[in-house]
């Protein structure tokens, strides 16, 4: 008596047998690769062969070909010790006040930040201030203005 606006199961169940594999797939790989991860063995990345450098891993097994972000900061920023004349002063990243004569880093923007902190922060190729995201070293070390090396050694910044 004319035609049903009701599709057909047939016509319906070859999408929902694609659906179901695609996401058994995917979860197996997630379980596989998780278990790579457990065991410690390099886990491929899910982008791999995709060709497209914004999908690149931050982190990389490979071993570095130069020294590393913070070693080449280390070398270009000296810490010194923090002298307190007022209150007040916290260091970003671990929310903690700067004890008198911590060992803290003085950045080109200006910022404070405990050593440890800042050494964590560059552990984790993070190459801006953590905290107005100026960037801290140059691409090269041909381009790196002087000016901007560091606060000199043993000397105590005062607020």
């Not at 995917?26 to 379980?31: D, Q, S, T």
């Not at 060992?103 to 800042?118: D, I, T, Y």
């Not at 050494?119 to 140059?138: F, I, S």
Request: proline share 8%; net charge positive; aromatic share 8%.
């Amino acid at each position: 008596m004319g035609i049903s606006s009701m599709p057909a199961p047939k016509d319906s169940l070859m999408g929902f047998v694609l659906y179901n594999t695609a996401v058994s797939v995917a979860i197996l790989a997630g379980l596989v690769r998780a278990a790579l991860v457990f065991l410690g063995l390099a886990a491929p990345s899910p982008w791999e062969g995709l060709g497209a450098d914004d999908h690149r891993p931050v982190v990389s097994s490979a071993a570095p070909s130069g020294p590393s972000l913070a070693d080449r900061f280390r070398s270009r920023f000296r810490p010194s010790r923090f002298g307190r004349r007022r209150g007040g002063a916290d260091c970003r990243v671990c929310l903690a006040r700067f004890e008198a004569e911590s060992v803290v880093n003085r950045l080109p923007c200006g910022h404070l930040f405990h050593r440890a902190c800042l050494e964590t922060w560059l552990d984790y190729d993070h190459a801006t201030c953590p905290l107005c995201r100026l960037r801290l070293l140059p691409a090269t070390d041909d381009d790196y203005p002087a000016a901007l090396a560091a606060v000199a050694p043993g000397t105590a910044v005062r607020f």
